[in-house]
């Protein structure tokens, strides 16, 4: 089992910056994918950027330029820095753990983009 503990979601106007943290807990092996997805109200959960153990990243087209994932494999932490928000961010953000091919997903923080 994989615990995910995810924090720095919040309010934030357009054009700012928040920055999310997601530790992972509870497992001995090492986890190779861990990446970040959103929901927004009514819509599908969807990917955000995910990032592997070496380093390789995937991310949307939708924040391409704006948003940077990066871990700290030490601290089995994965971050994802957040700029230039849009009101279209506005979501609840998951982080991910793909440990062995099983998903493990954190509790989601709410991310709110409004003025």
């Known amino acids: 089992q994989v615990q995910l503990v995810e924090s720095g979601g919040g309010l934030v106007q357009p054009g700012g910056s928040l920055r999310l943290s997601c530790a992972a807990s509870?497992?001995?092996?090492?986890?190779?994918?861990m990446g970040w997805y959103r929901q927004a109200p009514g819509k599908e959960r969807e990917l955000v950027a995910v990032?592997?153990?070496?380093?390789?990243?995937e991310y949307a087209d939708f924040v391409k330029g704006r948003f940077i994932i990066s871990r700290d494999n030490d601290k089995k932490t994965v971050y994802l820095q957040m700029n230039s928000l849009k009101s279209e961010d506005t979501a609840v953000y998951y982080c991910?753990?793909?440990?062995?091919?099983?998903?493990?997903w954190g509790q989601g923080t709410q991310v709110t983009v409004s003025s």
């Open positions: 509870g497992s001995r092996l090492s986890i190779n994918v």
């Open positions: 990032i592997t153990r070496g380093g390789n990243i």
């Open positions: 991910n753990a793909d440990l062995l091919g099983v998903n493990f």
